[in-house]
């Protein structure tokens, strides 16, 4: 597609379970970024790839949340033992590279409600 | 450190009436600025960005920023606004050294009434 690609819309699970999101970006861009959106905390960076360097994880908030990249492309953020302070909306964003400057575009988010 | 500042969490203005968003930034060095609007259960879409160059930056929708060094801002204007501008407005800033992350500011709520 043209723009960035997020699954699921919406996710409900509960308390204690894992749950994937997962992120497609825009085709040929190579940095992919992750953010949080919850109420009351604004948008929190979490962790971003450029190509094959190693991911900034300096915005995970603890070690249930991990991400990967698989061949540059697609990207899946991982949360495990979830809690009800994870429920937010969970945005993909993708840039054509790292350098300060460029546009960076967001896909429409995946809403995690954790019950 | 970066960070960004929108002191209004809210802009309430009539339709067809000048509007203003304002940011304002810290950064050391020279900053990226960025605009961009959020409606309801949707994700961000980017508005415009100052690099570098002419001081009034063009987007979309109608929509022009103004980079003041000396005041350190970055405001979002538009001289007519409308009903379908209602929308949550971030600003948010880069600098060379964290290469492509944003640092967003809080945002701000716009509501635009007939």
């Known amino acids: 597609g043209a723009g960035v690609s997020q699954s699921p819309s919406n996710k409900v699970t509960e308390k204690g379970k894992d749950v994937e999101l997962r992120c497609d970006p825009i085709s040929g861009h190579t940095a992919l970024y992750w953010y949080r959106q919850s109420l009351g905390q604004g948008l929190e960076f979490l962790i971003y790839f450029q190509g094959n360097s190693a991911p900034d994880k300096s915005g995970l908030p603890s070690d249930r949340f991990s991400a990967e990249r698989t061949g540059g492309s697609v990207s899946t953020l991982t949360i495990q033992r979830t809690q009800q302070e994870d429920s937010a909306v969970y945005l993909c964003?993708?840039?054509?590279?790292?350098?300060?400057?460029?546009?960076?575009?967001f896909g429409e988010g995946s809403w995690l409600t954790v019950v | 450190a970066q960070s960004v500042a929108q002191p209004e969490d809210q802009v309430n203005v009539a339709e067809g009436n000048p509007l203003t968003v304002k940011c304002t930034y810290s950064?050391?060095?020279?900053?990226?600025l960025f605009w961009y609007v959020q409606y309801p259960n949707r994700g961000l879409q980017f508005l415009l960005k100052?690099?570098?160059?002419?001081?009034l930056v063009k987007g979309s929708y109608g929509f022009e920023a103004e980079f003041n060094k000396s005041q350190t801002s970055f405001h979002l204007k538009k001289p007519s606004a409308l009903v379908s501008d209602s929308a949550l407005y971030f600003c948010?800033?880069?600098?060379?050294?964290?290469?492509?992350?944003?640092?967003f500011g809080r945002g701000t709520q716009l509501t635009v009434w007939p």
């Open positions: 950064v050391s060095g020279n900053p990226y």
């Open positions: 964003a993708s840039s054509l590279a790292t350098g300060s400057g460029n546009t960076i575009y």
């Open positions: 948010a800033v880069n600098r060379g050294s964290t290469l492509g992350r944003l640092y």
């Open positions: 100052y690099i570098t160059g002419d001081n």
